[in-house]
């Protein structure tokens, strides 16, 4: 395929006039003027720069977007000072592809990370084109510090590029609890007179479903979690390919458990933040979920697909003097950095987003654009083709190759239920796609191979040392075993399992 620029702004135009994009130019009283690049920070000291990264979290199971449990209270409280964004789609349901896209602020095929490191992937290193917020935030005085909970983002990985304190489990995953635990100890002793990039990933939502019994009590809501599984179309029991059934109800319920046992960690965290003195006056704050979860929604329980539930996952940015607002515009992990850090006053910020092709979605001339989305290449390894989206505020298509494209109305059918049937738009989407895929494919081509190199068998042989030679794609990807034990036919919460 050809890049062709004035090729796509046909094929959206004509998508626009189809439905697939809006054209909506959405009205927001936050789209004030960005801070001129280089201006002085007040006080003198550049703003802290602090991401937390939620995996596996479903927008639709937190309060602020509308579920019917209380699984969210921290986070719902920082939306209301927040500017909550109702529509990120992220660019892979996997871990390793869209953290790596928000932090470079490019897409998965130009960033060239398009699997986890222990399926396939390539390790990110940074270049003179590309390189992360960490890398960049350093080499303006910034002190850096990173503290995850899973092997996908541990230093094998290369997203640990440019923090001076990566800190990661030596295990598999690690509660977050322990993540915190740490974070915290860190940011007790922190220099508060250097500003920091500080970004803390917690990983509980993932499967295992393992959140101490406690959390698993939502009192009885059964028949609402009944009348809601059925609202989204949920498979009361799914079936591995590997063998083993999967129930909806205990699988929920364990998973919930997890999203309030975080929300827990997020809270100290926020509290260690506001005791380090520069919270409301100093930081920059963006909170993101890295994709969703099947939980049993196109017979699908875990991740790495391409469906609604599986790409949408919450966001929310905050800022000195934001003005609390949630936000409909559609945009993606790409988008994230480019829009967050135009909020704040950071001198040459441009000389890092000048390699983003992101967007300030918040900018007064921003137009919506629908997003692509796409499958791990852990799926080539099978020989199955890799899966593509391109998704639209009202429209969605479909594409694999050799296959023909699939048109999904998510107006009238917001759980994709069934793809729309003899309709002209969807050779409009599919060109559309196939071009935007296109042109991210040249950029990563221009870009160059420099920015992404195999993992060295040293580091190949430290993540089979922690066990870690299953799941981060989950049974999204549909075709390897599982490691032991599986949450969702055990689950861990004694007070959450019902019957099926
Ligand atoms: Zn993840």
């Not at 998508?15 to 009205?27: D, E, P």
């Not at 809601?228 to 205990?250: E, F, I, L, Q, S």
């Not at 979860?293 to 391409?306: A, K, M, S, T, Y």
């Not at 000195?320 to 936000?327: I, L, S």
């Amino acid at each position: 395929m050809s890049a062709s620029p004035s090729r796509i702004v046909v094929a959206l135009v004509l998508l626009a006039v189809a439905g697939v994009v809006t054209g909506a130019m959405v009205a927001l009283p936050l789209t004030a003027d960005p801070p001129d690049d280089g201006d002085a920070p007040a006080g003198g000291l550049a703003p802290d720069i602090v991401v937390i990264t939620l995996d596996t979290t479903r927008a639709d199971h937190l309060g602020s977007y509308g579920y019917f449990r209380s699984t969210s209270p921290t986070f719902d409280a920082l939306a209301r000072s927040s500017v909550l964004f109702e529509h990120l789609v992220v660019p892979m349901a996997t871990t390793l592809p869209t953290h790596t896209s928000l932090f470079t602020g490019t897409w998965p095929a130009e960033h060239g990370i398009l699997a986890n490191v222990q399926h396939g992937g390539q390790k990110f290193l940074p270049s003179d084109g590309l390189t992360t917020l960490a890398t960049w935030a350093r080499g303006q005085g910034y002190q850096t510090a990173a503290f995850v909970s899973a092997a996908p983002l541990n230093h094998t990985s290369g997203i640990e590029a440019g923090f001076d304190v990566f800190d990661e489990p030596d295990r598999i995953e690690r509660s977050g609890d322990k993540t915190a635990d740490a974070a915290l100890a860190w940011l007790g002793s922190a220099p508060v007179d250097q500003p920091m990039v500080f970004w803390v990933h917690f990983y509980d939502p993932h499967n295992p479903y393992t959140a101490p019994p406690r959390y698993g009590d939502f009192g009885e809501d059964g028949e609402v979690l009944d009348a809601w599984m059925d609202a989204h179309h949920v498979d009361k029991v799914t079936h591995r390919p590997t063998g083993g059934a999967v129930r909806a109800k205990p699988t929920i319920n364990a998973y919930d458990a997890e999203i309030r046992f975080m929300d827990d960690q997020l809270a100290r965290v926020l509290d260690g933040l506001r005791a380090r003195g520069r919270f409301d006056d100093a930081t920059l704050l963006v909170v993101m979920g890295d994709h969703g979860e099947g939980l049993n929604q196109h017979g699908e329980p875990g991740h790495g697909l391409v469906w609604g539930e599986q790409l949408h996952a919450p966001l929310l940015m905050r800022w000195p003097g934001a003005e609390p607002a949630r936000n409909p515009t559609l945009l993606s992990a790409a988008d994230v950095l480019p829009t967050a850090l135009r909020r704040a006053p950071l001198p040459h910020v441009d000389g890092f987003l000048g390699q983003a092709s992101g967007r300030d979605v918040l900018a007064r001339d921003f137009q919506e654009r629908p997003v692509l989305s796409q499958t791990s290449e852990r799926q080539l390894q099978f020989g199955v083709s890799m899966t593509y989206a391109l998704t639209g505020p009202a429209l969605k298509c479909v594409w694999s190759q050799g296959e023909s494209v699939q048109l999904w109305d998510l107006t009238a059918d917001p759980y994709e239920l069934a793809p729309l049937q003899d309709d002209p738009r969807a050779a409009d989407c599919e060109v559309a796609l196939t071009e935007t895929l296109a042109v991210q494919q040249a950029r990563g081509t221009q870009l160059g191979s420099g920015h992404t190199v195999p993992m060295s068998d040293a580091e190949i042989e430290a993540l089979r040392a922690l066990g870690y030679v299953g799941d981060d794609g989950g049974p999204g990807d549909g075709l390897v075993p599982e490691p032991e034990p599986k949450a969702e036919d055990a689950p861990a919460a004694p007070s959450a399992p019902e019957a099926p």
